[in-house]
Nanobody
């Protein structure tokens, strides 16, 4: 499985971004995988931002509840992270996961 994340960038506080992560490869069933987004801020440990199970159960870090939304399009083997009301503390490298596979990361920078 290979993952390609995109959609990061520089945004002002209060703005929005949508991250995408496209999965490709053979011999895996995307719709049966738990997918997620993690982030790592400079000098900090990587943390779980949001996760979406194959049962369509979504969980979020407390810091992003009500602002971020994770979704998936199984037919396209793609997961998304819609981020709104962004804060400077949301800055970091965002990684997507599908099962045990990690994407390469996409930088999100929120300026104050």
């Amino acid at each position: 499985v290979q993952l390609q994340a995109s959609g990061g960038g520089l945004v002002q506080a209060g703005g929005s971004l949508r991250l995408s992560c496209a999965a490709s490869g053979r011999h895996f069933n995307f719709k049966l995988q738990t997918v997620g987004w993690y982030r790592q801020a400079p000098g900090k440990q990587r943390e779980l931002v949001a996760q979406h199970s194959f049962r369509s159960e979504a969980t979020y870090a407390d810091s992003v509840k009500g602002r971020f939304a994770i979704s998936r399009e199984n037919a396209e083997k793609t997961l998304y992270l819609d981020m709104a009301s962004l804060k400077p503390e949301d800055t970091g490298v965002y990684y997507c996961t599908v099962g045990d596979t990690w994407g390469q990361g996409t930088q999100v920078t929120v300026s104050s």
